[in-house]
């Protein structure tokens, strides 16, 4: 498409603590693999603990799709297997051994092998989990072939990566990721741009797909978004996603016959002494990263960005699709007067303070709700934050008293939480609306498989 796509609704939230645009090695004492990191997948273990494992070796696959094998980002020890409530799987620790020993898998050229080949290689080695789909935000079945597939290479999340510095110097192996993907779908692989700010030569050169280009703020840059102003997804569609370093690691199979699970992070934040870029292994631990590198206090440490991201602990792991690290003070405070004081300092979206006159200036938010739950009313704030055609108030609502008909005619299959993410934000009856849009999708999936 030449013509720009412009999105006029959204907002940018602006805060402290961008990451420098040096990157940095991340070293971690352990590793971990969190099934729930995956949406619908019930994991059967493959190992027992204290078995050695290299690069690549199965760890476990998903109960009712047996093809779909969760393999190892580092060479060493299976050390422990962590559960929650009801014995469910919470994460699977692994030790390195630091002498990152590789599974060895078949390369070649994706432009000369068959679907089939690339995408059993895929499966074998785990990198086909990069690979997502809408509707219902889950691993991608290999068995589909979808409409079409979209790579995001831009985030307007607070605080995101740059794309372009991430994949910087990485030509060849993108576009042999792009290849391999072009042999998955008889549909078009679009690659969505900032019409403004991209300027890779990874992305502006890439061929074989079709370049998209957008404007406007958050969240321009999700790929739901993009799929909604490019191709809208109907009942029966599907469209497959992935993000661009999941290219490079697609390529990177094809060009050396290994799994290479290294990505570039950022870790940001306002409670960041100095962010910074991080090259790092999936699934490490964060506490190397963090270590004297954070402000004293109470920190919430965020695996992802700060509308959408999950909560972990010092000691946590790194979400396998986060490539962002936040760091922001946790809300355990009351303010004097709440909303009574003149609140220069506080970001408003409702204008209810007068800092809404400075758009450039930034902020140190915390985690506080500022308020109290209260009933879910209509307000209008939805609609200025949400660029679907969708009415998003009656779709919650929809979803929340589980109207599967209703649901479907207000586009619950266009929709991810992320999307939804700014709703959330700006909601004054401060509803967890990310986790009802969850359930919907849960609960639509469970209905038409």
């Known amino acids: 498409m030449s013509e720009v796509i412009r999105i006029r609704k959204g907002l940018n939230i602006k805060i402290y603590g961008e990451a420098s645009r040096t990157v940095h090695n991340g070293t971690a004492l352990e590793f971990a693999l969190k099934p729930t990191d995956f949406n619908g997948v019930f994991p059967k273990l493959l190992l027992q603990e204290g ?44 030790e390195p051994d630091g002498k990152d020993r590789y599974v060895s898998f078949a390369g070649g050229d994706p432009v000369q092998m068959s679907r089939e080949d690339i995408t059993v290689q895929l499966l074998k080695s785990g990198i086909w989990l990069h690979i997502r789909q809408r509707p219902y935000s889950i691993i991608a079945n290999p068995k589909d072939d979808p409409k079409a ?22 030509e060849k192996v993108f576009q042999t990721g792009l290849n391999a993907l072009k042999r998955l779908t008889s549909g078009i692989v679009h690659l ?10 990874v992305f502006l050169n890439a061929t074989g797909v079709q370049l998209n280009r957008f404007t406007g703020p958050h969240p321009a840059g999700n790929v739901g978004i993009q799929i909604h102003h490019i191709d809208p997804i109907n009942k029966g569609d599907i469209v497959w996603y992935l993000n661009p370093q999941a290219v490079i690691t697609i390529g990177r199979l094809f060009l050396e016959g290994r799994y290479d699970p290294s990505r570039i992070i950022a870790l940001t934040g306002s409670e960041v002494t100095q962010p910074s870029y991080y090259r790092v292994t999936t699934g490490m631990g964060i506490q190397n990263l963090v270590k004297g590198n954070t402000t004293s206090g109470q920190n919430r440490f965020i695996s992802g960005n700060v509308l959408t991201g999950t909560r972990i602990e010092r000691q946590g792991y790194l979400g396998f699709y986060d490539y962002q690290l936040t760091v922001i003070p946790e809300g355990e405070h009351h303010r004097f007067f709440g909303w009574a004081m003149p609140g220069l300092d506080r970001f408003s979206f409702s204008r209810s303070f007068p800092s809404w006159l400075l758009p450039k200036r930034k902020y140190r938010l915390d ?39 209703l649901m479907e005619q207000l586009g619950i299959y266009e929709v991810d939480e992320e999307d939804f993410a700014l709703c959330e934000f700006v909601d004054t009856s401060k509803t967890s609306i990310q986790d009802t849009v969850r359930k919907g999708l849960d609960l639509i999936r469970k209905e038409m498989s």
Do not use: W
């Not at 790579?151 to 995101?160: E, G, Q, R, V, Y």
């Open 51 to 94: 078995d050695p494992v290299q690069v690549g070796t199965p760890i476990f696959f998903d109960k009712y799709r047996d093809y779909l094998l969760f393999t190892s980002p580092v060479s060493g020890t299976f050390r422990e297997i962590r559960r929650g409530p009801k014995r469910v799987i919470l994460e699977l620790r692994i």
């Open 149 to 170: 597939i979209h790579i995001s290479a831009f985030d307007t999340h607070p605080l995101a990566p740059d794309c372009d510095l991430v994949v910087e110097g990485q």
């Open 192 to 201: 969505n741009l900032d019409a403004l700010k991209t300027k890779s030569p």
């Open 367 to 405: 985690t506080n709700l500022n308020g109290g739950r209260r009933a879910f009313v209509m307000t209008g704030e939805f609609e200025k934050v949400f660029p679907m055609d969708i009415y998003p108030l009656q779709l919650i609502k929809a979803i929340m008293i589980e109207d599967i008909d």
